[in-house]
């Protein structure tokens, strides 16, 4: 399901029956991450909310390769993490953590808000920036040596 969305605004309200899940992990990303720059991505097969840039990747496109994205479809909301942890994308460490929700390689599908874990999606989104900050070595080791030098 693609949705023709100018804005995330527009995005939220044309969600229809998963608008107000989309607005709560909207939320909750923005609260718990809010240095991430969000913005609307529009592309031939999907228009989303994208949270930050994945660190060290080439742009292939104006909006590519977000570090977080929340997609509305048609029967779930998609959470999209662009984030590893000893080469194995995040998400699959929280495979257990979310219950019944579907945990895909890279996405967590989200149906209601019933099913969602607020507090295991926070951890989630800390996860995600811990693991692009010590990517750009604003924390962690090299940064610290700099700062001793």
């Known amino acids: 399901m693609k949705l023709e969305a100018n804005s995330i605004e527009e995005l939220f309200s044309m969600s229809e029956k998963h608008e107000e899940l989309i607005r709560l992990i909207d939320r909750v990303i923005q609260e718990t991450a809010p240095d991430l720059n969000r913005y609307l991505i529009t592309t031939k097969s999907i228009c989303m909310v994208g949270y930050g840039k994945i660190p ?8 590519s390769d977000p570090l977080i994205s929340l997609a509305p479809q048609k029967h779930n909301v998609n959470l999209y993490i662009g984030a590893e942890k000893n080469g194995t994308p995040l998400p ?8 019944k929700t579907a945990v895909g390689k890279n996405c967590i599908r989200i149906r209601s808000v019933k099913t969602l874990k607020i507090e295991v999606l926070r951890e989630l989104v800390r996860e995600t920036c811990l693991w692009a900050d010590l990517k750009n070595y604003k924390y962690g080791r090299h940064n610290a040596k700099q700062q001793e030098q």
């Open 56 to 63: 060290g990747r080439k742009k292939t496109t104006k909006n």
């Open 92 to 99: 699959q460490y929280f495979i257990d953590s979310f219950g």
